[in-house]
């Protein structure tokens, strides 16, 4: 038995080049923005990075009704049912309409409240909430890109997404230049560039942000529309209980689970940014760094879910098997590779984003720390995009939510507010939570409970 399936490298790598690339473009775009914003200086970069893992939370609950659409459309194709896979895009669209208006009317009415929740720096609240309630007014159309997105990756297309990244990213480079700095000339990246701008500083950051948002979920819904596999036109918009019960069926565990970690994310950063503005600064530093290194995880990720969920659909346990085989080989090179790759040029890519020499070596030590956790972390990631596209959400939904309160949680709290200890040790019990998440799926794989056999979804 050959643990990389060579037939399989092609399929594999179809799917999941253009997500990978859409993510490295949305990385890149990330390492600008915190570049920019960060030659405005420390408070600058704090008030941003402070609420960011809020956007984890409710970006990461839209992403999980985008699953559940996955995961239904990728069966339904796979077993030949394009009608149905037609009506469920239909559906995507009225669920988008909903969710979407809803969390940008929720996200704006907390922008006040948010800061005060996150224990930022009293002295940057009003910063932060500005900025808060500015990004989210476009939330509509993220719901769009990202539900949408779903839709066409189910379908095998994930090319389309991609462009429209490429694109966004692009537009939130440009209106970057333009609103966050005045009329004059910029530094950045050891470039001296000419500009015109607004001078609106982490307002301005907020509002490209916001515009090329819109940008792109209006781009992704055209392309939804122009899709000959998943087209909505001619379906009803109407709530359809039966697909939408499907749906929500892989949805809701994969919600409650996003919802518990992101939530732990949210209190995990709380607690960071009590430690103050130097402490707050690094995390967000490092967190932008570290972001680019799990590329290959998330990119392979997509792949899984689709290729599972199409196998399932065809009824081909065999094949799904050496999928998950040359998936997860393929996962652990590709995340040693990048694992070594942050190790050796952590201190550089903090330099980046800031001057700050306690900034930049507080940021330096904890991406050494967690660079040694990498290979481990891409194994649950693609193990559980496998059984994502199988529709097994609910034992993900107990092992992540689990492994985040009890160990990630509980560990920062203990070592911060009892034993008086810093960044250090808070990114400490992150890495003790990614290397349990190893050991919960790598079991999990072990035995079996990701194949689609032990999978029911009616």
């Given at each position: 038995m050959h643990l990389l399936d060579l037939s399989m490298l092609s399929t594999i790598f179809t799917l999941a080049w253009p997500t990978m690339l859409e993510q490295l473009m949305q990385t890149a775009v990330q390492y600008i923005d915190?570049?920019?914003?960060?030659?405005?200086?420390?408070?600058?970069?704090?008030?941003?990075?402070?609420?960011?893992?809020?956007?984890?939370?409710v970006g990461s609950t839209v992403s999980s009704i985008g699953i559940g659409f996955l995961a239904l459309i990728s069966q339904s194709i796979g077993a030949g049912d394009e009608k149905t896979a037609h009506r469920s895009a239909a559906q995507a669209v009225t669920i988008t309409l909903i969710a979407g208006s809803f969390l940008t009317l929720l996200t704006v009415l907390l922008s006040t409240?948010?800061?005060?929740?996150?224990?930022?720096?009293?002295?940057?609240?009003?910063?932060?909430?500005?900025?808060?309630?500015?990004?989210?007014?476009?939330?509509?159309?993220?719901s769009a890109s990202i539900i949408l997105g779903m839709v066409l990756r189910a379908a095998g297309d994930t090319k389309t997404p991609m462009r429209t990244g490429i694109a966004v990213n692009i537009i939130n480079v440009v209106l970057?230049?333009?609103?966050?700095?005045?009329?004059?000339?910029?530094?950045?990246?050891?470039?001296?560039?000419?500009?015109?701008?607004?001078?609106?500083?982490?307002?301005?950051?907020?509002?490209?942000?916001?515009?090329?948002?819109?940008?792109?979920?209006?781009?992704?819904?055209?392309?939804?529309?122009?899709?000959?596999?998943?087209?909505?036109?001619?379906?009803?918009?109407?709530?359809?209980?039966?697909?939408?019960?499907?749906?929500?069926?892989?949805?809701?565990?994969?919600?409650?689970?996003r919802f518990g970690t992101s939530l732990g994310y949210v209190v995990f950063a709380a607690m960071i940014n009590s430690l103050g503005e130097v402490s707050t600064a690094a995390h967000t530093v490092a967190n932008t760094v570290e972001s680019a290194f799990y590329i290959p995880g998330w990119g392979m990720q997509t792949a899984a879910a689709t290729l599972s969920g199409n196998a399932f659909g065809a009824k081909d346990p065999e094949r799904i098997r050496r999928l998950g085989r040359s998936l997860v080989l393929l996962e652990v090179l590709l995340m040693v590779l990048s694992g070594g790759l942050l190790f050796l040029f952590a201190e550089p890519l903090v330099m980046i984003f800031t001057k700050d020499p306690q900034v930049i070596r507080l940021g330096t030590t904890v991406l050494k720390m967690v660079a040694v956790s990498e290979p481990f972390y891409g194994i649950p990631i693609v193990v559980e995009g496998m059984m994502q596209g199988a529709g097994q959400t609910r034992l993900p939904l107990i092992m992540n939510v689990s492994c985040m309160w009890a160990i990630r949680i509980f560990g920062t709290f203990i070592c911060t507010r009892f034993l008086g200890l810093g960044l250090v040790s808070a990114w400490g019990c992150m890495i003790a939570h990614n290397l349990t998440l190893f050991v919960c799926f790598g079991i999990c794989y072990l035995r079996g409970k990701w194949l689609p056999e032990n999978t029911v979804l009616q």
């Open positions: 915190t570049a920019m914003v960060g030659s405005l200086g420390t408070r600058a970069t704090a008030a941003v990075g402070a609420t960011g893992t809020v956007n984890w939370l409240a948010v800061p005060v929740w996150m224990q930022v720096d009293t002295a940057i609240r009003d910063l932060t909430a500005s900025y808060f309630r500015i990004f989210y007014s476009a939330m509509l159309f993220r970057n230049v333009v609103f966050i700095y005045p009329s004059g000339a910029i530094r950045v990246l050891g470039l001296q560039l000419p500009i015109w701008g607004l001078g609106m500083g982490v307002q301005g950051a907020a509002l490209a942000s916001a515009l090329s948002f819109a940008c792109g979920g209006i781009m992704i819904a055209l392309a939804l529309f122009r899709h000959h596999t998943v087209s909505p036109l001619g379906e009803s918009l109407r709530p359809n209980r039966k697909i939408l019960r499907r749906v929500f069926r892989v949805a809701l565990p994969n919600m409650i689970q």
